[in-house]
Nanobody, 123 residues
Framework: QVQLVESGGGLVQAGGSLALSCAVSGRAFSNYFMGWFCQAPGKEREFVAAISWSGGRTYYADSVKGRFTISRDNAKKMVYLQMNKLKPEDTAVYYC????????????????WGQGTQVTVSS
């Protein structure tokens, strides 16, 4: 069993930055791809970024490339999402998730999810 707890969300002005963290408990953290998804009101949960087991490979949605950076610390069992140059359309609840399969973009390949943290970007 894996538990995930996100933190770091909040309210920020457009152009600002936020750093999200995800604390992971449970065994075999390094066996999971880790991803971030977001869900805006009335929309489906969508892929934002993912990172491979060792952290050597990262993947991003086109909408966040060059602005967001995902990273992980396997020793600390932590995943991070640095969000820069935020836009009002980035407003959503952000979820951390663990994927044992490595399909990273597919929501259904993620077995474990956190409760989410709200990010609000004002114009």
């Amino acid at each position: 069993q894996v538990q995930l707890v996100e933190s770091g969300g909040g309210l920020v002005q457009a152009g600002g930055s936020l750093a999200l963290s995800c604390a992971v408990s449970g065994r075999a953290f390094s066996n999971y791809f880790m991803g971030w998804f977001c869900q805006a009101p009335g929309k489906e949960r969508e892929f934002v970024a993912a990172i491979s087991w060792s952290g050597g490979r990262t993947y991003y949605a086109d909408s966040v490339k060059g602005r967001f950076t995902i990273s992980r610390d396997n020793a600390k069992k932590m995943v991070y999402l640095q969000m820069n140059k935020l836009k009002p359309e980035d407003t959503a609840v952000y979820y951390c998730a663990a994927d044992p399969q490595g399909s990273y973009k597919l929501r259904d390949s993620y077995d474990y999810w956190g409760q989410g943290t709200q990010v609000t970007v004002s114009s």
